[in-house]
């Protein structure tokens, strides 16, 4: 079955195509997720901790994302700032 041009505009423009907010919400939610993930691991590497210290939490993060990054924002750069920066 065949659609004209002017009628697949109508069916699109109308919210028909199929449209599903949960699928939207989702890509929201990934890619705020992703946004998170990044910041921390920005935030770990100019943070001025050693690099071993950022070493590991940079592995933290990527074997727990959800811990990590939850630990880091919670203690990390706050230790990170009391602490002396060491190279």
Known sequence: M???P???MVFVADGQAGSRPLTAAFILL???AGAVYMG???SIITSPNGKGMKFAWAIF???APLL???LW???GRRHARSSPATF
């Open 30 to 32: 990934i890619l705020v």
């Open 2 to 4: 065949s659609m004209s």
């Open 68 to 70: 990590g990054v939850t």
């Open 40 to 42: 921390t691991l920005i």
């Open 61 to 63: 993060v990527f074997i």
């Open 6 to 8: 002017e009628r697949l």
């Open 73 to 75: 924002f919670l203690v």
